[in-house]
């Protein structure tokens, strides 16, 4: 679980730790949503040099990002496997028996591995220099405009970045409880479907009923602490919008014309 | 001396086991250090709730200062109070310790330019100022309550109760707390009242004032000095003497005064020469 580099914050000091974190977050969505329309060879080695600007940017070392990859490594392999036998058309590259291997076949899967590679490792960078209350508050000042609607904005944030916090807590009871109950007897690797879905349980009871406790107790001592209403408190971190952050919209509008010139071409 | 807190004539019953203090009254004086002692369920943490409006009693009156406690009273009753709980890990809102003691400052308003030198003070006075980047799970339970207090530091109280803050901690996490609470108090003298609910009678040794409470009832309230005598008494009550007034009831020393572990330890000595 400890290995687990997705969704984990690494502190460091490159550029992109120093930009909003709107700001990052506007540029991961609009990269992931420009990737879904690659449509060539030429608009995937753009999506690429764009990825590697950023992979410097963040001045940390690409075995990080290797590890960010390995755990969905088989997803991968799987998705190329479907890709390479599945894909049909002409012409056939080999044959055997009735599986065959086609030229569009292994185009798709190796555009589908460029792009899952891609999205991954955006959004790796994006989490490895982001804490994860800075993504909260980014997506409560994005979602600001809802709050016409009456959607509790502040609240939602608040509570994202308390479950944020509480999940490597949460993660460490499992674990305790996991052990409690092997010590016991309980095994989840062996048996029938069944039986394993049923030994979950013994694991899911303790864990709702302290995860409940803290939550009791966390109320109090947020209230203690004068907590009212999510609405009308100052911030510690303010958010600010700066001169990288400027130079980090032009070089997303870059890539954005970039890559469209690329894809009528 | 003023009162800062005076409970008269409390009344409150739980809402499913029934009732628990009965016409309770108890009052702690202006930079007086109280310790509350009982057995488990005696109903100390429940005092504590009350005071600050976490639980709602029937009858009685409990005053903060010059502030009657009510629903209108409440967050000024809350920012004279400040309370520690017992648990490190449920009590940490923040994603690190900075942003944990922010949490009481940006309900407060505190402006954002104004925090960071409070969160730096308030760290400072409880030594955790080199962590203010840590994530909570990367520390341990000692450190963890020690940023709590910090947490209700910032907030300036004049009034800390610390439920059993000692309770889960390890050895040498208790010393640390322990050791800070004197350095406030020496720090703060009597503009800071402290109220330390616990069952650790070393504990309640530091305190000026002991008050022991069973099912509800204020047993004794006095010197730790004369409390601690009375060892077969706190025994029936399901509490122990400490260390060093047990150890000399063991050896059946007769000796009318209270004495710390290293007045006996000095004292023991003299008799070897």
Same mark, same amino acid.
């Given at each position: 679980?400890n290995?687990?580099v997705i969704?984990?914050?690494?502190?460091?000091?490159?550029?992109?730790?120093r930009l909003?974190p709107?700001t990052?977050?506007?540029?991961?969505?609009?990269?992931?949503?420009m990737?879904?329309?690659?449509?060539g060879?030429t608009?995937?080695?753009?999506?690429?040099?764009?990825?590697?600007l950023a992979?410097?940017?963040?001045k940390?070392?690409?075995?990080?990002?290797?590890?960010?990859?390995?755990?969905?490594?088989?997803?991968?392999?799987?998705?190329?496997?479907?890709?390479?036998?599945f894909?049909?058309?002409?012409?056939?590259?080999?044959?055997?028996?009735?599986?065959k291997?086609?030229?569009?076949?292994?185009?798709?899967?190796?555009?589908?591995?460029?792009?899952?590679?891609?999205?991954?490792?955006?959004?790796?960078?994006?989490?490895?220099?982001?804490?994860p209350?800075a993504?909260a508050?980014?997506?409560?000042?994005?979602?600001?405009p809802?709050?016409?609607l009456?959607?509790p904005?502040?609240?939602?944030?608040l509570?994202l970045?308390?479950?944020?916090?509480?999940?490597?807590?949460?993660?460490?009871e499992?674990?305790?409880?996991?052990?409690?109950?092997?010590s016991?007897?309980?095994?989840?690797?062996t048996?029938?479907?069944?039986?394993?879905?049923?030994?979950?349980?013994p694991?899911?009871?303790?864990?709702?009923?302290?995860?409940?406790q803290?939550?009791?107790?966390?109320a109090n001592?947020?209230?203690?602490?004068?907590?009212?209403?999510?609405?009308?408190?100052?911030?510690?971190r303010?958010?600010a919008?700066?001169?990288?952050?400027?130079?980090?919209?032009f070089?997303?509008?870059?890539?954005?014309?970039?890559?469209?010139?690329?894809?009528?071409? | 001396?003023?009162?800062?807190?005076?409970?008269?004539?409390l009344?409150y019953?739980?809402?499913?086991?029934?009732?628990?203090?009965?016409?309770f009254?108890?009052?702690?004086k202006?930079?007086e250090?109280?310790a509350?002692?009982?057995?488990n369920?005696?109903?100390?943490?429940?005092?504590a709730?009350?005071?600050?409006?976490?639980l709602?009693?029937e009858e009685?009156?409990?005053k903060?200062?010059?502030?009657?406690l009510?629903?209108q009273?409440l967050?000024?009753v809350?920012?004279t109070v400040?309370?520690v709980?017992?648990?490190?890990?449920?009590?940490?809102?923040?994603?690190t310790?900075a942003?944990?003691?922010?949490?009481?400052l940006?309900?407060?308003q505190?402006?954002?330019?104004?925090?960071p030198?409070?969160?730096?003070?308030?760290?400072k006075?409880?030594?955790?100022?080199a962590?203010?980047?840590?994530?909570?799970?990367?520390l341990?339970?000692g450190?963890?309550?020690?940023?709590?207090?910090a947490s %209700?530091?910032?907030?300036?109280?004049?009034?800390? $109760?610390l +439920? #059993?803050?000692t309770?889960? &901690?390890?050895?040498? !996490?208790?010393?640390?707390?322990?050791?800070?609470?004197k350095?406030?108090?020496?720090?703060?003298?009597?503009?800071?009242?402290?109220?330390?609910?616990?069952?650790?009678?070393?504990?309640?040794a530091?305190?000026?004032? %002991?008050?022991?409470?069973d099912?509800?009832?204020? $047993?004794? +309230? #006095?010197?730790?000095?004369? &409390?601690?005598?009375? !060892?077969?008494?706190l025994r029936?009550?399901?509490?122990?003497?400490?260390f060093?007034?047990?150890?000399?009831?063991?050896?059946g020393?007769?000796?009318?005064?209270y004495?710390t572990?290293?007045?006996l330890?000095?004292w023991?000595?003299?008799?070897?020469?």
């Amino acid at each position: 679980m400890n290995n687990l580099v997705i969704g984990q914050f690494v502190p460091g000091d490159g550029l992109l730790y120093r930009l909003d974190p709107r700001t990052k977050i506007l540029m991961t969505i609009v990269y992931v949503f420009m990737l879904v329309f690659a449509n060539g060879w030429t608009t995937y080695l753009w999506s690429a040099a764009f990825l590697l600007l950023a992979l410097i940017l963040t001045k940390q070392g690409l075995g990080l990002y290797w590890r960010g990859i390995k755990p969905i490594l088989w997803l991968i392999l799987f998705t190329v496997v479907l890709q390479l036998l599945f894909s049909g058309g002409t012409p056939v590259l080999f044959a055997l028996g009735p599986v065959k291997v086609t030229a569009p076949g292994l185009m798709n899967a190796i555009y589908v591995v460029v792009r899952f590679v891609l999205i991954v490792l955006m959004s790796t960078i994006l989490t490895i220099t982001t804490p994860p209350t800075a993504i909260a508050s980014a997506i409560e000042s994005l979602l600001k405009p809802l709050k016409v609607l009456r959607v509790p904005v502040a609240e939602l944030a608040l509570m994202l970045s308390i479950a944020l916090r509480f999940v490597p807590l949460l993660m460490g009871e499992t674990d305790k409880i996991m052990k409690a109950q092997k010590s016991r007897g309980m095994s989840l690797s062996t048996g029938s479907l069944v039986k394993r879905a049923k030994a979950v349980i013994p694991l899911l009871v303790p864990l709702f009923v302290g995860a409940l406790q803290r939550a009791l107790d966390l109320a109090n001592a947020m209230e203690v602490r004068g907590f009212e209403s999510a609405e009308g408190r100052t911030r510690y971190r303010e958010l600010a919008y700066g001169r990288d952050d400027t130079l980090a919209f032009f070089a997303t509008l870059l890539f954005f014309l970039g890559f469209i010139w690329l894809s009528i071409l | 001396m003023t009162d800062a807190i005076t409970i008269k004539n409390l009344t409150y019953s739980y809402p499913e086991q029934g009732g628990l203090f009965q016409d309770f009254s108890l009052s702690v004086k202006e930079g007086e250090w109280l310790a509350i002692v009982g057995h488990n369920g005696s109903g100390k943490s429940t005092l504590a709730k009350l005071i600050l409006g976490l639980l709602d009693f029937e009858e009685g009156r409990i005053k903060v200062f010059d502030q009657v406690l009510s629903e209108q009273t409440l967050a000024a009753v809350r920012s004279t109070v400040g309370m520690v709980f017992q648990n490190p890990d449920n009590q940490f809102v923040g994603a690190t310790v900075a942003d944990d003691v922010a949490f009481g400052l940006e309900n407060r308003q505190i402006p954002s330019l104004e925090m960071p030198a409070k969160i730096e003070k308030a760290l400072k006075q409880v030594g955790m100022n080199a962590y203010a980047d840590r994530e909570p799970h990367t520390l341990s339970g000692g450190q963890k309550q020690r940023v709590a207090m910090a947490s %209700v530091l910032a907030l300036e109280p004049k009034v800390i $109760i610390l +439920d #059993e803050a000692t309770a889960m &901690l390890d050895p040498e !996490g208790k010393q640390a707390v322990l050791q800070n609470l004197k350095e406030l108090k020496a720090r703060y003298q009597d503009e800071l009242t402290l109220i330390m609910i616990t069952h650790d009678m070393e504990e309640a040794a530091m305190a000026d004032r %002991v008050a022991v409470i069973d099912d509800g009832k204020l $047993i004794f +309230d #006095e010197k730790p000095e004369t &409390l601690f005598l009375k !060892g077969e008494r706190l025994r029936e009550l399901g509490l122990t003497q400490p260390f060093a007034m047990a150890l000399r009831e063991q050896l059946g020393i007769q000796n009318p005064a209270y004495q710390t572990t290293q007045e006996l330890v000095a004292w023991l000595s003299t008799l070897k020469a």
